[in-house]
């Protein structure tokens, strides 16, 4: 096939340009995410390997290799790993294949060019394309592990780049910076053996495959003696030098590790170029023996919501990388959880199948759950500020907890933060509780949009007025939430917008029962009329407990679908059950005194099915739902207006 010229997906050319013309601070961190994804080839590799041994062929000793060239002005890089196919090498290097694109252009079209972009572009893993931050022009050949063919990629990262077939012998890739005149100081110019070597310890010092550079050195010949000749010209020798030393990091004794050398594995592991906010070094002895190293990212990753992503866990035993996205490490819940797990207890040929069901992994498992929702909780308790951003990336992955993880259901309730009526900062459950007056028995809590809509909610008033705090969830998974949880500290949580809610207590209820019977007989007639009235819409009419200044609400049964869930089903398209509410009315309402009224005068009034019905609208409006016509509701409301006017 012949050299073909593509152009690189608008997304890819919007990050390029961000990369060429915004980023300056941060260019030495290209050689890392390199030599990252070399490493990642092989761990592909060696991962194929286990079900696939001709994989290897001949070529089985897994080395990255760094050569420059001072004159030509190039770095290049070259790994002996999985390798890519040509639709591979277009795939991963000119589109955004993955399936954040969509978030991605609108987080960037969203940010302000400049700082910010570093975190952005940390979040959606694009390590490649740091190469334009040094490099004019990028070059990169490969060849796929049982592939007879080989292709080259080339860019200038200017909107277009071209692939053809090329001669390569060996299986993985190969890629040449063709570097930028270097403006600045010789410890930027990545051509210098000694800046390489340093970037090298710096930042890849762990990778587990060696990273090989040939060292030239100038050497006086000695005698048989090993002493130097005297006045014998120095020699050229050219040695081949590994420069990291390879040395896991978790394997090591948590007090011999520094934090820097923590903060760099964990942007090799995550691609993530921010600090973690938290780091746990487990170094298990005894009955189980296990090292892991787990991380919890600043920031959500842009696949976090992808079916695909199901652990940020990799699997090692003695050293040796087994296996990548190791759900059976930590549940998916945690997948946000990036780190390493090694066990000498393990079987090297252990695979996908047989790990579910090991007894040793399965008690890895838990100990590693109980240890980082622990540490969450220490977060919570000692830096609430930290714990909120944490929140707000992961809260949503959390709470999936509630219902997959029966054992630590109460560990997972107790990181719940919640907005609430109380004040503007959010609150835990068991804060919650603490608040709750005495005559309080249950948590109560509201699903809605936005919190703004859920303060204003009729439903709130009667709560209100005794001082008990509402819960207010506005994350669209929260009712389902709920479901999961059902009760915390042996509390009910209950709707404030679902079923018969009275707090009065028995000595009240006594008190007002004559009263309350004689309203009631008053509004029985009004009360049939306007349940014939909204027949087909809703299934009864009746006295509110919990209104004390609207007039109406709407309510739905305890075990019904809430109007924030329908609303939720209906933006999905999904089907969803009519479930008729309860239309409640407010006896103390002028509105509705007046209404009675006329009802008592006027049967048959036709005002008063029109104010029926609007009733019913404006009950749906206040709750954030959508009148079922708006035209007709307005129709309603301009007649009424004109009366009014006219009269
Ligand atoms: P990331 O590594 O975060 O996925 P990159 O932009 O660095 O993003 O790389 C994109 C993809 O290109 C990688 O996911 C990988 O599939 C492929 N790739 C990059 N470098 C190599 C390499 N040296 N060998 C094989 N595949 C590679």
Redesign the pocket.
């Given at each position: 096939m012949s050299k073909e010229t593509m152009q690189f997906e608008t997304e890819i050319q919007q990050l390029l340009d961000l990369i060429i013309h915004s980023l300056y601070s941060h260019k030495e961190i290209f050689l890392r995410?390199?030599i990252?994804?070399?490493s990642?080839?092989?761990d592909?590799l060696k991962f194929k390997s286990q079900t696939d041994q001709a994989i290897l062929g001949d070529d089985t000793e897994l080395k990255i290799q760094i050569e420059t060239d001072e004159k030509e002005r190039t770095i290049t890089?070259t790994?002996n790993?999985?390798?890519?196919t040509r639709d591979?090498?277009i795939?991963?290097?000119g589109t955004i294949a993955?399936s954040g694109t969509k978030g991605f252009v609108e987080a960037l079209s969203a940010k302000d060019k400049g700082d910010s972009s570093m975190d952005l572009i940390g979040q959606?893993?694009?390590?490649?394309?740091?190469s334009f931050m040094v490099a004019e022009r990028v070059v990169?050949t490969?060849k796929?592990a049982h592939s007879d063919s080989a292709y080259r990629w080339e860019s200038k990262g200017d909107g277009s780049y071209s692939v053809e077939e090329c001669d390569q012998a060996e299986r993985?890739?190969?890629?040449t910076l063709y570097l930028k005149e270097s403006s600045e100081n010789d410890d930027q110019d990545y051509t210098k053996e000694w800046v390489v070597r340093s970037s090298v310890k710096k930042y890849s010092d762990f990778v587990t495959y060696p990273v090989l550079m040939d060292i030239e050195r100038q050497e006086t010949p000695t005698d048989d003696d090993g002493k130097p000749i005297e006045g014998a010209e120095p020699v050229k020798k050219i040695e081949t030098e590994t420069l990291n030393s390879m040395k896991p990091l978790w394997n090591k004794r948590k007090n011999d590790v520094k934090e820097d050398e923590y903060k760099e594995f964990y942007k090799h592991l995550s691609?993530d170029w921010n600090d973690p906010i938290d780091t746990i070094h487990l170094n298990a002895e005894g009955i189980l023996e296990y090292n892991a190293l787990m991380f919890i990212p600043g920031q959500a990753a842009f696949d976090l919501f992808t079916p695909e992503n199901k652990s940020g866990m990799q699997l090692y035993v003695r050293n040796i990388f087994i296996m990548d996205n190791c759900e059976d490490l930590l549940p998916v819940y945690l997948r946000f959880v990036k780190g390493v797990v090694d066990s000498s207890d393990i079987s090297l040929n252990v695979s996908r199948e047989i790990l579910q069901h090991d007894r040793i992994v399965g008690k890895i498992k838990k100990n590693l759950v109980k240890k980082v929702l622990e540490r969450l909780a220490t977060m919570l308790e000692k830096e609430r500020e930290t714990y909120i951003k944490f929140w707000g990336a992961f809260g949503q992955v959390i709470k999936e907890g509630l219902h997959s993880d029966f054992e630590n259901r109460e560990a997972i309730a107790d990181l719940l933060l919640c907005s609430s009526t109380t004040g503007d900062d959010l609150t835990t459950l068991q804060e919650y509780v603490e608040r709750m007056p005495e005559e309080q028995k249950d948590i109560y809590y509201i699903t809605g949009e936005d919190r703004d809509t859920l303060v204003a909610s009729p439903h709130l008033e009667m709560f209100k007025d005794k001082g008990f705090e509402v819960l207010l969830l506005t994350d669209p998974v929260d009712e389902w939430v709920i479901q999961g949880l059902n009760e915390y500290k042996e509390k009910s949580l209950k709707s404030a917008a679902k079923g018969d809610i009275d707090f009065k207590s028995e000595d009240e209820k006594k008190a007002s029962e004559e009263s309350n019977k004689k309203v009631s007989e008053e509004f029985s007639g009004l009360i049939s009329f306007i349940k014939t009235s909204l027949e087909d819409k809703v299934a009864d009419v009746r006295i509110s407990q919990r209104l004390t200044g609207s007039p109406v609400c709407l309510v739905a049964g305890e075990h019904d679908m809430s109007a924030s869930m329908e609303r939720i089903m209906k933006a999905a398209n999904q089907p969803v059950p009519s479930n008729k509410r309860v239309l409640e009315i407010n006896s103390d309402h002028e509105l509705l005194t007046r209404m009675r009224d006329l009802y008592g005068s006027d049967g048959e009034s036709d005002d008063l099915k029109e104010f029926s019905e609007l009733l019913y609208d404006q009950a749906l409006l206040t709750e954030g739902s959508k009148v079922v016509s708006p035209e007709t509701f307005c129709t309603r409301l301009t007649n009424l207006m004109l009366k009014a006017v006219s009269a």
């Open positions: 995410e390199l990252s994804n070399a990642d080839a092989m592909k890089i790994d790993g999985i390798g890519m591979e090498i795939e991963n290097l993955k959606f893993g694009v390590g490649f394309y740091s990169l490969s796929a993985g890739t190969k890629v691609h």
